[in-house]
């Protein structure tokens, strides 16, 4: 197993469609580690902060978008992110909305989320193995996490934006299978169900990320309104790529100016309190019946196995 250790790198990325790279950042190198589940989505850049600090980017669909919602190695995503040190993972999603009210270039910090995806990603890094672990997942967002970006994040909006771009908070997001986008009947079931927004990849990415004991806020970008607006065409990918390239850019404006405070906010624990050390107690498997293979394997992501 190639060891790539970057233990300061403390901040991962993970970017969405449209967002396949962060700027005003300086180039360190790139990592390709090969995880117990398999080689990330495309390689992991490492780059600096003005102030030196380190942080890591992923882009979730791979560099060239070539890995489907389903098959994201999101297994792997984030065991390599907490492999190379990262205890706080931001986010990014292109959404449609479910509410009138959030309009096509708003973001969302959502924090619920309804699970429409089909049983056929792998959401748990304990599947296979001999242990069983329910972790707790009834806050699938970091709320510290959260709250503290969600004041910067409107702050930037304002000054880079004016008060053309909303931010939305404590919102859920309805996860599907895709790739298709949601029927008509579909679309209005989940706003009858309370979803706000919908996307197809923050699950299982949220669920692995809590398991590997790392802080996850997502900003969501909304590029269109799904398909229950009756009289208006529902969503097409044309549509979504008219407003892909302008949340871009603006979710890169975003993450340059929040980076450095989330780094600090990592490395004071304030952003990662509520998941820390959550997995200790959640393994209901005791170590006697645990196969030393699998404690090898889950020793990559978690300290409890040593
Ligand atoms: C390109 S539209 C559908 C696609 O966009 C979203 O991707 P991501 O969450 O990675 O920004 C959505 O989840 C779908 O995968
Ligand atoms: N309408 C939609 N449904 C699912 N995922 C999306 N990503 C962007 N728009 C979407």
Same mark, same amino acid.
């Given at each position: 197993m190639a060891e790539e250790q970057t233990s300061n790198v403390i901040l991962g990325i993970i970017g969405g469609s449209g967002l396949y790279h962060l700027d005003q950042l300086t180039f360190v190198k790139e990592v390709n580690p090969t995880t117990p589940w398999g080689a990330p989505s495309s390689p992991i850049t490492i780059s600096s902060l003005p102030t030196?600090? +380190?942080?890591?980017?992923?882009?979730?669909?791979?560099?060239?978008? @070539?890995? +489907?919602? @389903?098959?994201?190695?999101?297994?792997?995503?984030?065991?390599? /992110? *907490?492999?190379?040190?990262? *205890?706080?993972? /931001?986010?990014? =999603?292109?959404?449609? #909305?479910?509410?009138?009210?959030?309009?096509?270039?708003?973001?969302?910090?959502?924090? +619920?989320?309804?699970?429409? @995806? *089909?049983?056929?990603? +792998?959401? =748990?890094?304990?599947?296979?193995? #001999?242990?069983?672990?329910?972790? @707790?997942?009834?806050?699938?967002? #970091? *709320?510290?996490? =959260?709250?503290? /970006?969600?004041?910067r994040v409107k702050e930037v909006l304002k000054e880079a934006t004016g008060d053309t771009v909303q931010l939305h908070t404590d919102k859920t997001v309805v996860c599907m299978e895709g790739p298709l986008f949601s029927t008509r009947a579909e679309s209005h079931m989940y706003r009858a169900w309370g979803g706000d927004i919908i996307n197809m990849s923050v699950l299982p990415e949220a669920k692995l990320a809590r398991e590997a004991e790392i802080s996850y806020a997502l900003i969501a970008t909304a590029t269109d309104y799904d398909a229950w607006r009756e009289g208006e065409e529902p969503v097409t990918v044309a549509e979504v790529i008219k407003t892909l390239h302008t949340n871009a850019e603006t979710s890169r404006k975003v993450a340059s100016a929040v980076i450095s405070a989330l780094h600090a906010a990592v490395l004071s624990k304030e952003i990662t309190s509520d998941v820390e050390g959550g997995m200790k107690y959640s393994i209901v498997t005791q170590p006697p019946h645990q196969k030393q293979e699998d404690r090898e394997k889950l020793s990559y992501i978690l300290p409890y196995f040593d």
């Open positions: 030196g600090e +380190q942080i890591a980017f992923i882009a979730r669909h791979g560099t060239h978008h @070539t890995h +489907q919602p @389903t098959t994201v190695p999101f297994a792997a995503n984030i065991a390599a /992110l *907490k492999h190379l040190g990262v *205890k706080a993972i /931001l986010a990014f =999603s292109a959404v449609g #909305s479910l509410r009138e009210e959030i309009r096509p270039g708003d973001f969302i910090i959502p924090n +619920q989320i309804i699970d429409r @995806t *089909k049983g056929v990603r +792998q959401a =748990s890094f304990f599947d296979g193995t #001999s242990m069983v672990a329910h972790a @707790t997942f009834g806050d699938p967002f #970091s *709320k510290v996490f =959260s709250a503290f /970006l969600a004041p």
